[in-house]
């Protein structure tokens, strides 16, 4: 077998860390009679009260992909369907429509986006996506603009700074190979009092994704989509919640859902007072 990547040992050592005892054997996969416990740890306590190392973790290493070839090929041809349970999709609307309820109108930027982007019918302002194939950008009837954008060959986002209450990222972060340069871009397009949304699922292109995601579980998915906004700076502490929609067991912080759905959210500090 392959051996475990330093950052990879890293992140089991900092959740092992941060959660309560009875729930460790879980988290490392070393209990074999969890199934019959009940899980005292869940997506939300991964960001609860997290152990950051000093520096930024992760090398470039962690980064490489199966295929190398270039991205621009890979998505060239348009993909009209859903990557996750449809199921999942609704739950991940429905809280979309929760959270913008938290802005008048939210200004909302949409990153690796397709023909659709799982925003609410109603409740948003100015909606623009920002993905890799035109075909499927211009069939996306939820946004009001749309950019043809490679983050992984250059992750500047072309817009100025503080022009959108929400950035959302459905299931595509683990395809970004400069994910802290795409967090710190994101934080400097937020208005203050904004907030990123970035959905994960247990689903992916196994040949893009990149190695840290391929060797991690969905507890440390968890955790290394907290350490890019942390690392960026500029982002309140990132916390994390589960909207699956279905209930399913848990084996070694693999959750066994087939419509399996969390959400990383990182906000903007408010303005204070002048």
């Given at each position: ?155 500047r986002l072309p817009f100025g700074d503080d022009e959108f209450d929400v950035v959302t990222c459905a299931v595509s ?99 204070g007072p002048v």
């Amino acid at each position: 077998g392959t051996l475990p990547s330093v950052s990879h040992t890293m992140l089991v050592t900092c959740l092992v860390t941060l959660l309560p005892r009875a729930s460790r054997a879980f988290v490392t996969g070393t209990g074999r009679r969890m199934e019959s416990a009940r899980r005292a740890v869940g997506v939300a306590d991964v960001l609860a009260s997290p152990q950051w190392p000093a520096a930024w973790p992760f090398s470039a290493a962690d980064f490489a992909r199966e295929d190398e070839s270039e991205d621009a090929a890979f998505y060239s041809f348009p993909r009209f369907c859903y990557h996750i349970d449809d199921r999942a999709v609704g739950a991940l609307t429905a809280h979309y429509e929760t959270v913008f309820r938290e802005w008048e109108e939210p200004a909302v930027l949409d990153l690796c986006a397709s023909h659709v982007s799982h925003f609410p019918e109603a409740g948003r302002g100015r909606s623009v996506a920002l993905g890799m194939n035109e075909a499927e950008l211009k069939e996306n009837r939820q946004v009001d603009e749309y950019v043809v954008k490679d983050l992984n060959a250059d992750p500047r986002l072309p817009f100025g700074d503080d022009e959108f209450d929400v950035v959302t990222c459905a299931v595509s972060i683990d395809y970004l190979t400069r994910p802290l340069e795409v967090c710190r871009e994101v934080r400097r397009v937020l208005r203050p009092g904004g907030a990123a949304l970035f959905a994960l699922s247990n689903r992916c292109f196994p040949t893009k994704a990149v190695r840290i995601w391929l060797r991690t579980n969905d507890l440390e998915h968890v955790f290394v989509t907290g350490a890019f906004f942390h690392y960026a700076g500029g982002f309140e502490p990132p916390r994390a919640t589960e909207i699956s929609p279905l209930e399913a067991p848990w084996v070694g912080g693999t959750s066994q859902n087939v419509a399996y759905l969390a959400v990383v959210r990182a906000d903007v500090a408010k303005e204070g007072p002048v």
